[in-house]
């Protein structure tokens, strides 16, 4: 809602939120973005610290409040973590009366998130020098498709665009199928942990230099950066990795296996002592002194008869008694997660990898915790996202606006 009326989360849920011990603690962020990869980077600085103020369109808010499977009320079970950590405030950059009162934020903000198409900051009279010029120590994190820059820098480019564009659909999926995707928005969640790092460097060089800048973090870059060696393979020896299913090519043994009652297993075995070990524990002890299977390059290159080898012993094996076994020999191996399985399992409750916190609407959620873990300063989530426009009477009161004027400003549709 954007009439500033809703429940207070922040404040409903103070006697049992985690203190804000975050080592990002005291930085005041302005969130412009929408959908995943803006909002992510802002997630992320809020669950360690960060002060958030998320400016959404006071009708409709992000579109992630009504993204997944649709809950009571209509209310949606991506908004609660992607908006989590963050104060909402409804005002429409699409007025001149908005976008004043986004300047005025901005100048006491340290960092600034973005991620409309190159161009429309600057269409608003909003661009990095216009908002430097009035706060010289902003950080402005400008997260696009294809970055700020170059030919293709004004065109739109969502997740699979960029996923594609950076190299990692083409190796995604099985080699006789069309390529795949991830089955999560890995492109986005890539873009807002570069634009995170591009955000702590840019303050550590503000230290030095007591200047801002700006961190431009282009989707099929963030991608292209975790491509591996993909590039210079192909620069080097002319090859063009292809897609490979469960496997790598030439890392074996290392795939998904059959266990009995149509379980599955992830083993990985390809080190050559662990290699050994897995033969041992197979009963097959001279498959390590075989010459097809004998070292890595052998290995590799006989990848698929190894793989039938060692799928006709697993499938003896229930799922539960090969973990244990494989456990107790210290070769790699693991179960498939399914979300089921990550509330029920012993690593994730001893880490609290997963926590539970309080809705208004459906009282205790779960979702996962703030990573990486840190031994003085930890992240934490506080409160999940918030009704839309919940903290815009709150936050527009702290910039200076007399109650009068926002009470004109909402009947104008400017908040």
Not at 141 to 169: D, K, N
Request: with cysteine.
């Amino acid at each position: 809602m954007s009439s500033g009326e809703g429940e207070n989360v922040t404040e409903a849920n103070s006697a049992e939120a985690p203190a804000n011990e975050g080592p990002l603690k005291g930085l005041r962020v302005i969130e412009m973005g929408t959908l995943i990869a803006g909002p992510f980077c802002g997630q992320i600085l809020g669950d360690f610290g960060a002060d958030v103020i998320k400016i959404e369109d006071p009708k409709v808010g992000d579109p992630m409040r009504q993204w997944g499977r649709s809950l009571p009320k209509g209310l949606s079970p991506w908004w609660p973590v992607i908006g989590r950590n963050k104060k909402s405030v409804g005002l429409n950059l699409r007025t001149p009366e908005g976008r004043a009162i986004a300047e005025t934020l901005i100048d006491g903000a340290d960092v600034l998130i973005e991620n409309f198409r190159p161009g429309t900051m600057e269409k608003w009279g909003m661009g990095y020098e216009a908002l430097a010029a009035r706060n010289p120590r902003l950080i402005m994190a400008r997260v696009s498709g294809f970055g700020q820059t170059g030919p293709y820098a004004s065109r739109a480019g969502y997740g699979l665009i960029g996923e594609a564009m950076g190299g990692l659909r083409h190796v995604t999926g099985e080699p006789d199928r069309p390529p795949a995707r991830a089955g999560i928005s890995i492109g986005d969640s890539l873009t807002a942990m570069h634009a995170v790092m591009g955000i702590t460097m840019a303050m550590h060089a503000r230290e030095r230099t007591g200047r801002g800048q700006v961190v431009d973090a282009a989707l099929y870059e963030s991608v292209l950066a975790v491509m591996e060696n993909l590039v210079t393979e192909y620069d080097l020896t002319g090859y063009v990795r292809e897609r490979s299913g469960s496997v790598l090519p030439g890392i074996a043994p290392s795939n998904v296996y059959p266990c009995a009652n149509d379980e599955m297993i992830l083993i990985g075995g390809n080190g050559d002592t662990v290699y050994a070990r897995l033969c041992e524990t197979m009963g097959r002890p001279e498959l390590a002194r075989d010459r097809k299977f004998v070292d890595h390059a052998a290995r590799g290159a006989n990848q698929a008869e190894l793989d039938q080898i060692i799928s006709a012993w697993t499938r003896t094996q229930s799922l539960d008694a090969l973990l244990e076994l494989l456990e107790t020999k210290g070769i790699p191996a693991g179960r498939i997660f399914r979300a089921p399985d990550m509330l029920e399992h012993e690593q994730f409750k001893a880490r609290e990898s997963i926590i539970e916190t309080d809705h208004p609407v459906f009282g205790k959620i779960k979702m996962q915790n703030a990573f990486p873990k840190m031994s003085e300063t930890p992240g934490a989530v506080r409160w999940p996202g918030p009704d839309l426009g919940q903290h815009t009477d709150e936050v527009l009161t702290d910039a200076g606006l007399a109650p009068e004027a926002i009470a004109e400003l909402r009947a104008k549709g400017v908040v």
